[in-house]
C-alpha cells in the first residue's frame, strides 16, 4: 500500500531553517509529481510547492518563494523541503502528497 511519511519538523527560531523529508512507498516514485500541503491553525491547507516526476518543474507558492526550495531523491523514494528564513507564519502542519495519498503532517512551528 501507499505509504508518504514526513519527518523533520520542530521548533525553530524566525530566520532559521529546517528541511524536511517524506519517504514514500508502496508506487512507482519516479513517474509522479510530488507536493508539500501545509496547513495553520484554523487555516485552510495550502500548497506550498510542487515537483514533477523528473524533478525539473518546480512550483512554489507566492509566500515561500526565494525561500523555500522543493527537491526529491528518485533513488531514495523521498522528497524533501529545504526551509530558510522561516517566519512565525510559516508555523502549520506539512504534509507530502501524490495521487491521492496524504501523509501524516509533520509539525513546523517557527517563534519569534
Known amino acids: 500500500q501507499v505509504q508518504l511519511v514526513e519527518s523533520g519538523g520542530g521548533l525553530v527560531q524566525a530566520g532559521g531553517s529546517l528541511r524536511l523529508s517524506c519517504a514514500a512507498s508502496?508506487?512507482?516514485?519516479?513517474?509522479?509529481?510530488m507536493l508539500w500541503y501545509r496547513q495553520a491553525p484554523e487555516k485552510e491547507r495550502e500548497l506550498v510547492a510542487t515537483?514533477?516526476?523528473?524533478?525539473?518543474?518546480?512550483n512554489y507558492a507566492d509566500s515561500v518563494k526565494g525561500r523555500f526550495t522543493i527537491s526529491r531523491d528518485n533513488a531514495k523514494n523521498t522528497v524533501y523541503l529545504q526551509m530558510n528564513r522561516l517566519e512565525v507564519e510559516d508555523t502549520a502542519v506539512y504534509y507530502c502528497?501524490?495521487?491521492?495519498?496524504w501523509g501524516r503532517g509533520t509539525q513546523v512551528t517557527v517563534s519569534s
Open positions: 508502496g508506487f512507482t516514485f519516479r513517474l509522479y509529481t
Open positions: 515537483i514533477s516526476s523528473a524533478g525539473n518543474i518546480l
Open positions: 502528497q501524490t495521487m491521492k495519498y
